[in-house]
């Protein structure tokens, strides 16, 4: 169940990616300030292999320029596999 959380997040962000006309090597670019956000995470993260970290996730909202509307589901789907995560603990 956990993969299935992942994949979901993955693919949203892909999605928003896509949506506002980035690619993963622009969004990169925003991020190389970000220790542990490579282009190879991005595409673990967009094949629903990796999670970021909370702060992580945040620098990846504001890199992937979204609205209000698309943080707040991306923050939900990523709050959701969170607690996947913690209840299989």
């Not at 962000?13 to 090597?25: C, D, F, I, P």
């Not at 629903?48 to 707040?72: D, M, S, V, Y």
């Amino acid at each position: 169940m956990q993969i299935e959380k992942y994949e979901t997040v993955g693919k949203a962000v892909a999605e928003m990616r896509k949506a506002n006309g980035l690619t993963q090597s622009a969004v990169c670019v925003d991020l190389a300030h970000v220790v542990g956000m490579s282009q190879g995470r991005l595409s673990r993260l967009e094949a629903g292999k990796w999670i970021p970290t909370a702060g992580q996730f945040e620098h990846l909202i504001n890199a992937l320029r979204c609205t209000e509307e698309q943080a707040r589901e991306l923050r939900y789907l990523a709050s959701c596999a969170a607690h996947r995560l913690a209840d299989a603990s």
